[in-house]
């Protein structure tokens, strides 16, 4: 099994809503990590996690919390969100391993597209 | 903060010509990776090559790195009109393995 599933697929909400996206993987990987993307634009990285601790926060705003509650899921949780916040979400997974952690592809799911009112 | 610029930004041939795109980056890397996107959809893993590489093959696809020019290029031979995508190139620097950073993107659009 080589997928990595996002929930869901699209999601409309207000600027005053709570919502999570959610994002599951079952290769045994121990890097997991939040993108948002808009369009005709790269991937922008947001989160990393790694055995399940948060090793990067790119400077995103609080609207946006992580959260890894084991080693195959990851959440990102909304609230509060902005109009600019809009765009497609994208979780990815990687296979730790050796010194620098790092070792190769990133396995992307389809994303959860946003768009908030 | 963007690694990588890309050019073209969008690139348009005909099936069967081969596709060229160029990708520079600004800092040194352990590896340097391509990606493709179809529209609205996920990424997919295309080719990695090590920053103590210089050509690699998959396929229809060749990719060459320069680090001392901080450039890589994709090669995509004999293209098809599945080919039709965005294709970036991203890396991940020295001082932080975790942080893959995509470059700008070139869009193919491959025409029948």
């Known amino acids: 099994d080589t997928e990595v599933t996002q929930t869901p697929k699209h999601l409309v909400m207000g600027m005053t809503n709570k919502k999570s996206l959610k994002c599951e993987q079952h290769?045994?990987?121990?890097?997991m990590y939040w993108y948002k993307q808009k369009a005709k634009k790269p991937p922008e990285l947001m989160f990393v996690y790694s055995y399940e601790k948060l090793s990067i926060n790119e400077s995103v705003p609080s609207r946006f919390s992580p959260e890894c509650p084991n080693s195959s899921l990851l959440n990102l949780h909304l609230h509060a969100l902005q109009p600019e916040d809009s765009a497609l979400y994208l979780c990815?997974?990687?296979?730790?391993?050796?010194?620098?952690?790092?070792?190769?592809?990133?396995?992307f799911g389809e994303g959860s597209r946003l768009t908030v009112l | 903060s963007q690694q990588g610029e890309e050019d073209p930004q969008a690139l348009s041939i005909q099936e069967g010509e081969n596709a060229t795109m160029n990708c520079s980056y600004k800092t040194s890397i352990n590896n340097l990776q391509w990606y493709r996107q179809n529209s609205g959809r996920g990424l997919v893993h295309l080719i990695l090559?090590?920053?103590?590489?210089r050509e690699k093959h998959s396929g229809r696809l060749r990719v060459t790195l320069d680090t001392s020019k901080k450039s890589s290029s994709l090669l995509i031979t004999a293209s098809r009109a599945a080919d039709t995508a965005s294709y970036f190139c991203?890396?991940?620097?020295?001082?932080?393995?975790?942080?893959?950073?995509f470059g700008s993107g070139t869009r193919l659009l491959v025409r029948p």
């Open positions: 090559i090590r920053s103590n590489e």
């Open positions: 290769m045994g990987h121990r890097a």
């Open positions: 991203a890396t991940d620097a020295q001082d932080s393995s975790y942080k893959l950073i």
């Open positions: 990815a997974s990687s296979q730790e391993g050796g010194v620098g952690g790092f070792t190769g592809e990133l396995f």
